[in-house]
């Protein structure tokens, strides 16, 4: 898929009421993006895919739901407020800031657009060696030797490479004097990891076990682009996997599996996806890999697997001076208990908002097809059923003859197991062509001979293929088309 039809894709999010920029009126907020109608149906369902892959299929995870504001001293424990901060450099002419990293990144593309692999390859090794030793000034050096201009102002007026921390703050408290500064969590993971103990005793878990949660997270991000690819408030979906010391490469490799299976289950194609092992580790993690998606714009990360030892978990011991350890009774192999310890943990970490971006991308579909004997385009969703927004569209042909009764009575029959979509507007072929749109995998039309037999047609999404069936067999046919199992089982 080109960038065009990426174009295309972030048009139509918005003209079906999938995407729209945050504050629009006010001409929008910088990478900041609102979900509409059939946006918020597919987003709640793929979100339902995950939790209930992680929670419903393993009886040793269980949910939680953190508060957004925590404690300040969580961040200085997990190390945000010291370490979390991405290298930016800025242009003197255009005043315009950016991810160094990012920068040279940009270069390495073009080289490999231009052929000129074995430069792209040198200045990849350069950059990844600068990043692990955190070397701003190779970072610039890299910067200048690559004669990089600013894509505003053309000059390559450079400041020197900082250090800019990407967590947002506030205030909590009314009075200036005795208000507390607190940041918007960055990650959902540090609620699961201050809640370890509360979740272990009360849920009498056992190791391993693990914790799973959703929700918003907060990023200033400096370079917010690729429309809901990089936000500055987001949403995760992670789960910490709790392991006893020294068994956390199984389980790194564990997770790392099944995660990936997870994804090709949304048949978005199995070519689509590759691992990319960290080189630059985050500060908590021993091992760390992304499962990248073939975005239109390249692979870029759409999930994180990470090996976080027990970084988190000491740290929060230490600084809170609680113990958060767990007792294990079984006994190793000279027939002694484990005993106390602080687990070790492996993360899966998972952006709804970039999963909604792939599920978007890879079902976005122009066709040619036959229509009234004259060849004509449809824009078509291939959403697996179970996630479409609308599960089924009924059209009674007119609106009158007791047409909208019959239909009306369907959709009364189907609307507590499936999202129903009723119209009576326009020819049935621009109906059909709107629910292709929005992805809804079946459509119903009621007409005369409903009347006379009870029997309506059925119109399949993908095939386009028609079928007189009755009334009374829609439900199954439904349930057989749509259902978790084909995702989860
Ligand atoms: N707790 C680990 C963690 O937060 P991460 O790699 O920084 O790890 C995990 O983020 C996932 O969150 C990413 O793989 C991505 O899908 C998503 N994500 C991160 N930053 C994002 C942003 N600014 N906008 C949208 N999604 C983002």
Redesign the pocket.
């Given at each position: 898929m080109s960038e065009d039809i990426f174009k295309q894709v972030v048009s139509h999010a918005k003209e079906y009421g999938f995407v729209f920029p945050s504050s629009e009126i006010y001409d929008g907020l910088g990478?900041v993006y609102d979900y509409g109608q059939n946006g918020v149906e597919l987003k709640n369902n793929l979100r339902q895919y995950w939790w209930k892959a992680m929670t419903q299929l393993h009886e040793n995870i269980v949910g939680i739901d953190a508060a957004i504001f925590m404690h300040p001293k969580t961040w200085k424990a997990s190390g945000h407020v010291d370490g979390f901060s991405d290298p930016m450099i800025d242009n003197k002419d255009s005043k315009k800031r950016y991810r160094a990293d990012q920068l040279l990144e940009d270069k390495i593309a073009r080289y490999e657009k231009d052929g000129k692999t074995q430069k792209a390859e040198q200045l990849q090794h350069e950059l990844d060696q600068a990043l692990l030793d955190s070397n701003l000034v190779q970072l610039k050096t890299l910067i200048e030797q690559h004669e990089i201009v600013c894509p505003i102002s053309g000059t390559r007026n450079w400041t020197d490479v900082r250090q800019f921390n990407l967590m947002f703050s506030t205030e909590m408290g009314a009075m200036a004097e005795d208000a507390d500064k607190i940041y918007l969590r960055?990650?959902?993971?540090q609620g699961i990891f201050v809640n370890f103990l509360n979740v272990q005793k009360t849920g009498r878990m056992k190791i391993p076990f693990g914790i799973a949660q959703t929700g918003k997270?907060f990023?200033n991000?400096i370079i917010?682009r690729q429309f809901?690819?990089?936000?500055?408030e987001?949403?995760?979906m992670?789960m910490q996997f709790f392991v006893r010391p020294g068994t956390q490469k199984h389980w790194y490799e564990y997770w790392k599996e099944a995660r990936l299976n997870w994804h090709k289950k949304l048949g978005l194609g199995e070519q689509n996806y590759r691992y990319h092992d960290h080189v630059k580790l985050?500060h908590y993690a021993d091992a760390a890999v992304?499962?990248e998606f073939n975005f239109p714009f390249g692979f870029k990360?759409?999930?994180?697997i990470?090996s976080r030892t027990d970084f988190d978990l000491r740290n929060h011991q230490e600084l809170s001076g609680k113990k958060l350890q767990f007792f294990d009774n079984e006994l190793d192999e000279s027939g002694k208990p484990y005993g106390n310890y602080i687990p070790y943990v492996v993360?899966t970490?998972?952006?709804?908002?970039?999963?909604f971006l792939a599920v978007l991308c890879a079902s976005y579909k122009e066709e040619e097809v036959i229509n009234e004997d004259k060849k004509d385009t449809r824009v078509v969703l291939t959403i697996p059923p179970v996630l479409a927004p609308y599960k089924v569209a009924v059209f009674p042909l007119t609106k009158k003859d007791g047409l909208p009764e019959v239909a009306r009575n369907i959709i009364n029959d189907l609307k507590i197991d499936y999202t129903c979509f009723y119209e009576e507007k326009d020819a049935i072929g621009k109906r059909y062509r709107r629910q292709d749109a929005i992805g809804t995998p079946f459509c119903i039309t009621v007409d005369h001979e409903s009347l006379e037999n009870q029997t309506v047609t059925i119109r399949y999404r993908d095939s386009m293929k028609q079928e007189r069936i009755a009334i009374a067999d829609i439900k199954k046919i439904l349930a057989d088309e749509i259902n978790w199992h084909k995702l989860l089982a």
């Open positions: 990478a960055p990650e959902t993971a997270a990023r991000e917010a809901i690819m990089r936000m500055r987001f949403e995760q992670e985050a992304d499962i990360e759409l999930e994180g990470h993360e970490s998972v952006g709804l908002d970039r999963l």
